[in-house]
DNA sequence: GCCATATTGACAAGTATAATGTCAACATGA
DNA sequence: TCATGTTGACATTATACTTGTCAATATGGC
């Protein structure tokens, strides 16, 4: 009984951090784009586009899991700015796809290199078999959540 | 090299889980309120009073890393609901301690009861190891993201 | 005890990040 | 072909805060 409540205590901490390492994080990711012209909903469009590759406005606001009208806000700025650009969709004729043009695709794996450096310094003393039982956990824990909420 | 980027690819990818995991949390929190009077940030402060004590607006403030205006605003709708009551700060005079009601108290209580039930339903088949550890390296991140964006 | 300075509560306004509503122009698929 | 769905665009609303300001008063150094 003590036992459980220690460890059903500390999953309690670890949902209630998930605050803070979101604003800590967000916190990192601003800074370390302050030197370039993106903002982070536009870093966000194109992290989305480097990592699976050209994708419609709609199928973007599925993988943020944010309404179409405003990820359609987001990209028009990438857009604008020349890191994205329209090429036709072969399977849909209205909703072209979404591409990192090279100024794009160069700047956010500067973006991301930046960040994952950053990350291996803070994580150069944790074990890494910590950080996947971690990953792990937080991913249960993201994903049971979701399914109280939902299914239920 | 290769299990460097690994692991720093996992600690990546628990950073960008923050958010989903927030959000899975607060709607579940959301529900578990939904048959109380109570809203989120109503409950974010009985929780404080109830975790810490009797404070004060700032210090509640200071807990929440809210600004004190807009906690004064919460704190208000819960003074305004019967859940706490203004006492007499024999440090301040004119700020007074803000404490639970017995209405107050009972049901913080058991609203973290039930919450705490569904956290252990969910974790229950997770290694008690597992758990610490993961809140151990959640922590670690979370401080060390915030060093990096204050001191540097 | 006095007084400069800080703190508090209250109120107003502003901002960022969205969600929601609506519409016309098409595209799709039965 | 045509009913239905999807998309982009635009407008409005909502939420969760921050920022600014002010008067009242409290505090703390002298």
């Known amino acids: 009984m003590y036992i459980v409540t220690m460890q ?27 030197d370039t012209d993106l903002t982070v909903r536009m870093r966000a469009v194109l992290e989305v586009l480097h990592a699976e590759g050209d994708m419609t406005v709609p199928d973007i606001a599925a993988r943020l899991d944010i309404k179409r009208q405003y990820v359609q806000v987001m990209v028009n700025e990438t857009l604008t700015s020349g890191l994205t650009r329209q090429c036709p969709n072969p399977r ?12 794009g695709r160069a700047l956010i794996a500067q973006v991301i290199e930046r960040e994952m450096a950053l990350l291996q310094t803070i994580g150069a003393d944790l074990p890494s078999d910590d950080i996947s039982t971690a990953l792990r956990v937080v991913r249960m824990l993201t994903e049971r959540l979701r399914e109280e909420s939902a299914g239920t």
């Not at 209205?94 to 990192?100: D, K, N, V």
């Open 8 to 34: 059903n205590s500390e999953l309690y901490q670890i949902v209630w951090m998930s605050r803070p390492l979101m604003q800590a994080a967000e916190a990192a990711v601003e800074q370390g784009l302050a």
């Open 92 to 103: 849909h004729k209205r909703s072209p796809l979404l591409a990192l043009t090279d100024t």
